[in-house]
């Protein structure tokens, strides 16, 4: 059986830096997608493969992409217009929702091996709630509308795949920091791991135990082609069985 590499694309954002961090922890070998090497060299160092490259760019994704066996793609944007939005001109974002979680993803889609392993995807809690409060608010500028076109392009590929929804996120995003610091990141939340499918889950999620749920489910088949929310809620335990967290979904 062919070694795991996993290409995680947004490596360098608040949960794609988490998810390296804890795919290294488990001796997985990672590259990383990003359009800053300078950035995830020294935040990584020679750790991961570094590979340039922009899902929006579909030029750019065949040498990403190539040998990989697990794709994790947390990239993203912010919900409402910012300087992350990256506007060009007044009617045309390069970096909107629309560009980043609809077309980019649906670009790395259609880069992805045939014989991936898995598709392991961060979508949002509310995408199938856009309608309801608070998530109304939410999709204003349409972030729950990119998230679901993404979701809906990776579900339909063939390929295999798992659809992470999280609440709100919580943990600041720890990109000042260095590979050492992200390996001893833990969570300041006090609640537990929470696991649902439907799209009824709401709460809070920790970037932490989004990242970790990411890496844990690629050695899981039970998460094979399942699209499930989590949240933080209850006690939390001193060790999360993610492996009992993931039977639920069956």
């Not at 939005?85 to 609809?102: G, H, K, M, R, T």
């Amino acid at each position: 059986m062919t070694a795991a590499l996993i290409l995680v694309a947004g490596a360098t954002g608040g949960v794609g830096q988490l998810a390296v961090a804890k795919a290294l922890e488990k001796g997985f070998t990672v590259r990383v997608l990003t359009r800053q090497a300078d950035k995830a060299k020294q935040m990584f160092g020679d750790r991961v493969e570094i590979a340039v490259g922009d899902i929006r760019q579909p030029n750019t994704l065949p040498a990403a992409v190539q040998n990989v066996t697990h794709i994790i793609c947390c990239t993203g944007t912010t919900a409402f217009p910012s300087a992350k939005w990256d506007f060009q001109n007044f009617f045309s974002a390069q970096n909107s929702p629309q560009q980043v979680d609809a077309v980019g993803v649906k670009n790395l889609v259609a880069a992805a091996p045939q014989d991936l392993q898995r598709f392991v995807f961060v979508s949002s809690c509310g995408v199938l709630r856009k309608k309801q409060f608070p998530f109304s608010i939410l999709n204003a500028f349409g972030v729950l509308d990119a998230k679901q076109e993404g979701e809906e392009a990776i579900a339909t590929s063939g390929l295999p795949y798992t659809i992470i929804r999280p609440g709100r996120l919580i943990d600041s995003p720890y990109t000042s920091y260095d590979l050492n610091t992200l390996l001893k990141a833990t969570t300041d939340g006090k609640l537990a791991v929470v696991v649902g499918t439907g799209d009824t889950l709401v709460g809070d999620t920790s970037r932490i135990d989004v990242a970790t749920a990411c890496v844990e489910c690629i050695s899981d088949p039970v998460t094979v082609n399942k699209t499930f929310e989590i949240v933080n809620s209850g006690a939390r335990p001193e060790i999360t069985d993610w492996e009992a967290l993931f039977a639920q979904l069956n």
